[in-house]
């Protein structure tokens, strides 16, 4: 299930009941998106305020006990790799195991200037 981490509304005490609505459903998977800077082109489609998404799945795995905990697409490019795993693993322990990272190159041009990340080269290794 996708929970919305972002646009009007969107709040502590809304996620909190999204996840503990999606858990005691039964659901096993509870996934939030990922953008770090709102800019025109992603607030066509993700409006502000956009919740980052090891924060607030750090905080969801509070309020959760048997749910697994998501990305819908984690945008490797905008973080260092290795600040990247440390989060992931972090974030996977402190859950219980429950983290599952899905991961991609990104879309949103403006962004990747924002973060100062050559969008042309957003698919190579480091």
């Known amino acids: 299930m996708n929970v919305p981490n972002f646009g009007?509304?969107?709040?502590?005490?809304?996620?909190?009941?999204?996840?503990?609505?999606?858990?005691?459903?039964?659901?096993?998977?509870?996934?939030?998106?990922?953008?770090?800077?709102?800019?025109?082109?992603?607030?066509?489609?993700?409006?502000?305020?956009?919740?980052?998404?090891?924060?607030?799945?750090?905080?969801?795995?509070?309020?959760?006990?048997?749910?697994?905990?998501?990305?819908?697409?984690?945008?490797?490019?905008?973080?260092?790799?290795l600040l990247t795993a440390r989060m992931a693993a972090n974030l996977y322990r402190l859950s219980g195991g429950r983290l599952v990272l899905g991961v991609g190159v990104g879309w949103a041009r403006q962004e990747f200037e924002a973060l100062g990340v050559p969008f042309r080269r957003r698919g190579a290794a480091r």
């Not at 509870?30 to 800019?39: P, R």
């Not at 025109?40 to 305020?49: G, H, M, S």
Request: hydrophobic share 40%.
């Open 8 to 81: 009007p509304g969107t709040d502590p005490e809304m996620l909190r009941q999204w996840a503990q609505t999606v858990e005691g459903l039964g659901f096993d998977l509870l996934m939030v998106s990922d953008h770090i800077a709102v800019t025109p082109d992603v607030a066509e489609q993700y409006p502000a305020p956009f919740y980052e998404p090891f924060t607030t799945l750090s905080w969801l795995a509070g309020v959760t006990r048997r749910v697994r905990l998501g990305t819908t697409v984690l945008i490797v490019p905008y973080r260092h790799p």
